[in-house]
């Protein structure tokens, strides 16, 4: 059998651990021949693809990104389906493996649909995929973001100003959630609830007014009342996602407006998606790529894994892709109590 593997949307650490987990279990197991195509799906459209060898993921468990690239590519978008389809014969490969968010996953579904072998693993640091407790590349981005929040609550207190940290989190707001509790935050502000800031100005003040320097953690994707998101550009992806970022200095503003307080916004950007995966990244990973093997040998195509509790299980990619996995509203008023 002849196996391709993939890697397609927004890069996140842990994706190496699956290509590595696959490759190895897929030859010693298996005694496949493994392919990985390059840059998502625009690797199967254009027939991009390369042997993947035990020697070729020797030393990539703990490096960040992806050995074989990534794309936002939408073949869907540009009718080159019957491009993978001739890709797939041509190059004899029985079966692909897809690692990637809502857009890549969704993509496999139809090709699922469309007749194409092909089984999902679950990535992305926002942690927005259904059916899945977590998504790896996730806990690695909160780590990020909660150092970066430990170390700017010391400048900030010094210079007795508030800091907006900007976190990624298009329609959830995960990382906002869990690196703003972890980092002990005074706001939190995510995508799901639409935040005044008469509210936030006044948590602002009320935190200046015990001595201490407050921090702001707003997800990229969160909205002001009666406001909109804060475009970085109007470009839109192949997936018809626009690129977001700016709500942070945007908020800055205001709060040094109306309360007279110096105040600065870091955006922590794709900082967040580089780098190392964390020891609890890197098992998933290596667990989610196992778990996608055993799918693959039993022909159980139209699949993804997913982490429920301990357990890795697997999914319909129709059932995880139908709608994204949101920040609750008790998950949100948990955080709350430490708000101000
Ligand atoms: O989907 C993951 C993500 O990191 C989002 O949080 C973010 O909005 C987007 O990707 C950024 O995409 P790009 O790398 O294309 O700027």
Same mark, same amino acid.
């Given at each position: 059998?002849?196996?391709?593997?993939?890697?397609?949307?927004?890069?996140?650490?842990?994706?190496?651990?699956?290509?590595?987990?696959?490759?190895?279990?897929?030859?010693?197991?298996?005694?496949?021949?493994?392919?990985?195509?390059?840059?998502?799906?625009?690797?199967?459209?254009?027939?991009? =693809?390369?042997?993947?060898?035990?020697?070729?993921?020797?030393?990539?468990?703990?490096?960040?990104?992806?050995?074989?690239?990534?794309?936002?590519?939408?073949?869907?978008?540009?009718? =080159?389906?019957?491009?993978?389809?001739?890709?797939?014969?041509?190059?004899?490969?029985?079966?692909?493996?897809? @690692?990637?968010?809502?857009?890549?996953?969704?993509?496999?579904?139809?090709?699922?649909?469309?007749?194409?072998?092909?089984? $999902?693993?679950?990535?992305? *640091?926002?942690?927005?995929?259904?059916?899945?407790?977590?998504?790896?590349?996730?806990?690695? %981005? !909160?780590?990020?973001?909660?150092?970066? *929040?430990?170390?700017?609550?010391?400048? #900030?207190? =010094?210079?007795?100003?508030?800091?907006?940290?900007?976190?990624? &989190?298009?329609? %959830?707001?995960? @990382?906002?959630?869990? =690196?703003?509790?972890?980092?002990?935050?005074?706001?939190?502000?995510?995508?799901?609830?639409?935040?005044?800031?008469?509210?936030? !100005?006044?948590?602002?003040?009320?935190?200046?007014?015990?001595?201490? %320097?407050?921090? @702001?953690?707003? #997800?990229? &994707? #969160?909205?002001?009342?009666? /406001?909109?998101?804060?475009?970085?550009?109007?470009?839109?992806? #192949?997936?018809?996602?626009?690129?977001?970022?700016?709500?942070?200095?945007?908020?800055?503003?205001? @709060?040094?407006?109306?309360? &007279?307080?110096?105040?600065?916004?870091?955006?922590?950007?794709?900082?967040?998606?580089? /780098?190392?995966?964390?020891?609890?990244?890197?098992?998933? %990973?290596?667990?989610?790529?196992?778990?996608?093997?055993?799918?693959?040998?039993?022909?159980?195509? $139209?699949?993804? !894994?997913?982490?429920? $509790?301990?357990?890795?299980?697997?999914?319909?990619?129709?059932?995880?892709?139908?709608?994204?996995?949101?920040?609750?509203?008790?998950?949100?008023?948990?955080?709350?109590?430490?708000?101000?």
């Amino acid at each position: 059998m002849r196996v391709g593997v993939l890697t397609g949307g927004g890069d996140c650490p842990g994706l190496n651990a699956v290509i590595r987990a696959v490759v190895r279990k897929g030859i010693e197991k298996h005694g496949w021949d493994v392919v990985g195509f390059r840059n998502g799906w625009a690797g199967p459209v254009t027939g991009d =693809s390369r042997p993947l060898g035990l020697n070729d993921v020797e030393d990539i468990l703990a490096r960040g990104g992806t050995i074989l690239g990534s794309s936002r590519t939408n073949p869907y978008k540009d009718d =080159s389906v019957d491009k993978i389809r001739a890709t797939l014969s041509e190059q004899g490969v029985d079966a692909l493996v897809a @690692i990637g968010g809502e857009d890549t996953l969704g993509v496999a579904k139809r090709l699922v649909d469309d007749g194409i072998n092909v089984v $999902g693993v679950p990535k992305t *640091i926002d942690n927005d995929l259904d059916a899945t407790d977590y998504t790896f590349g996730f806990d690695t %981005a !909160v780590h990020i973001a909660t150092e970066a *929040i430990d170390r700017l609550r010391t400048t #900030a207190e =010094s210079h007795h100003r508030a800091l907006v940290v900007e976190v990624m &989190g298009r329609h %959830a707001g995960w @990382i906002a959630l869990h =690196s703003g509790l972890a980092g002990g935050a005074n706001v939190i502000l995510v995508p799901e609830r639409p935040f005044s800031v008469d509210k936030v !100005v006044e948590w602002v003040l009320r935190r200046f007014e015990a001595e201490y %320097a407050p921090i @702001i953690v707003v #997800a990229e &994707g #969160a909205v002001p009342e009666g /406001g909109k998101e804060v475009l970085h550009s109007g470009e839109r992806d #192949a997936f018809g996602h626009v690129r977001l970022g700016g709500v942070g200095q945007w908020l800055a503003e205001e @709060i040094a407006d109306r309360t &007279g307080k110096e105040s600065r916004a870091v955006v922590l950007g794709h900082t967040q998606r580089g /780098g190392t995966p964390t020891a609890y990244d890197r098992v998933l %990973a290596t667990r989610f790529g196992l778990h996608a093997v055993d799918a693959v040998a039993e022909g159980d195509w $139209g699949t993804m !894994v997913a982490l429920r $509790g301990t357990d890795i299980v697997r999914v319909k990619l129709s059932e995880a892709t139908a709608k994204l996995k949101t920040v609750p509203l008790d998950r949100y008023q948990e955080a709350e109590v430490f708000f101000g």
